[in-house]
């Protein structure tokens, strides 16, 4: 069922905990704590699992990448990120993703974003751009759009995430030109994903 969307006007934020995770230890062994059967698909390419993170014991964060491809320089990744949080909502998440991004905006000039609520306000999505500075002083642009919906473990919210990368002025010109035309038919391809099957591992001691 396609996602029935509108601009979000308003929103409140809620004091709850921003879920960002630390960069991979070097070394770090990739796990599927969330069991998903893979590769996941979107619009014809296959993404394998390629790192994972449980910084939290109520957040785990797996990031997918196409064969030839790593998470440290990709071209396109997809990301799932669970908030396994009972108070959690589609509607919270995007606000607190929305206020982050407003905040960027006074140091990164490239921001720009567009949210979108569904009518039940059971899905979130948002798209947007921002920009960075590596280590030897080139540019980085980065495009992402992120699915918000309640989580298929039964309770807390699942992030499906789209992230495409340049690296350089030309990559980035290139990007911008792809985006001209592809980025409403990567939102489309992302907002009809199948919602994964996920089941949390148990954890060994």
Not at 174 to 192: G, M, S, T, V
Request: aromatic share 8%; net charge neutral.
């Amino acid at each position: 069922m396609r996602m029935i969307v509108r601009p979000l006007l308003r929103m409140g934020l809620y004091a709850l905990l921003c879920v960002t995770a630390a960069a991979a230890a070097a070394g770090q062994q990739t796990k599927d704590y969330l069991t998903v059967p893979g590769p996941l698909q979107l619009a014809g390419a296959a993404y394998h699992l390629a790192w994972s993170s449980h910084p939290r014991p109520d957040f785990y964060k797996h990031e997918y990448v196409p064969q030839g491809q790593n998470v440290e320089r990709y071209q396109s990744m997809l990301m799932l990120d669970l908030l396994d949080d009972r108070s959690a909502t589609p509607e919270q998440l995007l606000g607190i993703k929305v206020a982050e991004l407003e905040r960027r905006k006074a140091t990164d000039p490239v921001v720009h974003y567009t949210p979108l609520l569904s009518e039940s306000k059971d899905q979130a999505l948002l798209d947007f751009v921002l920009s960075a500075t590596d280590a030897e002083g080139n540019t980085i642009v980065e495009w992402n759009a992120y699915r918000y919906v309640p989580s298929p473990a039964g309770h807390g919210v699942l992030m499906i995430g789209l992230s495409r990368r340049a690296y350089g002025d030309t990559e980035i010109r290139a990007l911008f030109a792809q985006l001209k035309a592809a980025r409403a038919r990567d939102i489309e391809a992302l907002a009809a994903m199948p919602v994964p099957a996920l089941k949390l591992r148990a954890e060994t001691p």
